[in-house]
């Protein structure tokens, strides 16, 4: 059984527009959420690189589509993270509809992790999110990131409430308490990224 190698990740290119995307083979997985649920910590925790992706100076700063690969058919995709109030309506709609476009007509997506913060879950647009990748029926993983913030009792009273949310929406998903910083639940989205990749061969 091949593995993949989590230390290989190097990034390739960043787009602005999904009609730019010029990579249309092998397969990828994407990263969404919320401005400041920490996906920028996330890929250098998974990766185990420092500055692999810039843990924003201030929230929601990396709007672009990033392309990290891990080999040569495999791909991470971070997507910006939406709905940060800084920015204009007009910006934060022109985000929202390119990555509505990358979820809906993107080809080589296999999967989606979608990162929340376990105390502030689900916003309005993680559950719109989630509708427009249902209808893909690729794999949905959903990180409720920050539960080192709680204590056990607390964690795990909101995965029985995400997991009913997610039931109650018909929507089929992989639910993980998690966090980045102490790095809980880290080995067992490895499992997870590499059965996808794995079955993509
Ligand atoms: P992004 O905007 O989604 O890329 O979020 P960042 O990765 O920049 O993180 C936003 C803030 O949340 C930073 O101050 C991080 O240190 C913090 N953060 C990220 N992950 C965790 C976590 O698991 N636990 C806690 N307590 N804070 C985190």
Redesign the pocket.
Known sequence: MKLLNFNSISFLKSFSYVKDIDINFGSEIALI?Y????????INVLFNKKKISR??KF??S?QLINFFQINNSFRIIDLP?YGYSKFSKQFKLKWIKEIKKYLLYRKCLIGVII?VDINFFFKKIDLKMLHIIKKKKIKIIILL??S??INNFLKKEKYILAKKKILSLNIKADIQVF????KIGISKLKNKINNLYINSL
Request: net charge positive; glycine share 16%; aromatic share 0%.
């Open positions: 959420g401005s400041n649920t920490g996906k920028s910590t996330l843990v924003s929230p929601g990396t993270g990162l990131n920050k080192d913030k966090s980045s910083l102490k």
